[in-house]
């Protein structure tokens, strides 16, 4: 280690360098995005992820990889931490088979969680790979990234009662993709874009609350004429 000499008290400091310090949860790849945990490589012992949340959106039309691109094994490392999974959403894009689902991801109680952790078991889970992963389908990049997100880290001190934790907002390609600014989450039965009727009946009561493939629903349509809900299906 390199050392800096301190003429005020006479001390031998370690520079606070990039050399210094090490990545070690997160989003430490290179085309993840999300919060990164930067430790000082001296003090990567004294501290333990509590829990890790991540987002990723899968459909890469069957291509998968192994965890870290590498490995010809497609299978879960034995020596990785169990996430707990859960599909937010799944919805078709342009064509009928290409099926996108947007996960989450959580790590509990693991020393250094990132992104390629949970690949695996997404993978396992839903039997596709992450969309835009070039490890799996180079020729047939379908997002300009891999496209993983580290939602939060919380981290607590192993040497003093201390706690933190870090957030960080959902990024455009994975926002605009999924058509998470529009939600597709109800508000007071109406779905925010037509939330505005709601609030101003004087303008009109009867408008289109589900317009199929658009709103995420290939092939349903719900009108609404009032307090009276019309529901139709197309075969």
Not at 43 to 67: K, P, Q
Not at 217 to 228: A, E, L, M
Request: hydrophobic share 35%; with cysteine.
């Amino acid at each position: 280690k390199e050392y800096i000499y301190n003429e005020t008290d006479g001390s031998w400091i370690l520079p606070a360098g990039p050399k210094n310090w090490k990545a070690v949860a997160g989003a430490v790849d290179v085309d993840d995005s999300g919060v990164v945990l930067l430790v000082p490589k001296d003090s990567v012992s004294d501290i333990l992820v509590e829990e890790a949340r991540f987002l990723c959106v899968v459909g890469n039309g069957g291509s998968m990889s192994s965890r870290d691109g590498k490995q010809k094994d497609k299978g879960i490392p034995a020596d990785s931490s169990v996430p707990r999974i859960q599909a937010v959403r799944s919805f078709n894009k342009a064509r009928r088979e290409d099926v996108l689902t947007l996960a989450s991801a959580s790590l509990f109680d693991n020393p250094n969680p990132v992104c390629s952790d949970i690949v695996s078991h997404i993978q396992a889970q839903f039997q596709d790979g992450i969309r835009g992963d070039s490890t799996a389908s180079p020729l047939d990049r379908r997002a300009q990234r891999r496209l993983i997100h580290c939602e939060s880290i919380r981290v607590s001190s192993l040497v003093q009662d201390d706690w933190v934790e870090a957030e960080a907002e959902i990024p455009d390609d994975i926002t605009v993709l999924t058509d998470e600014r529009r939600l597709f989450q109800e508000e007071s039965g109406s779905f925010r874009g037509r939330s505005n009727f709601q609030l101003s009946p004087e303008v009109t009561n009867a408008y289109r609350e589900i317009n199929g493939a658009a709103d995420g629903y290939p092939g349903w349509t719900v009108d609404r004429y009032d307090k009276w809900l019309f529901v139709k299906r197309d075969e």
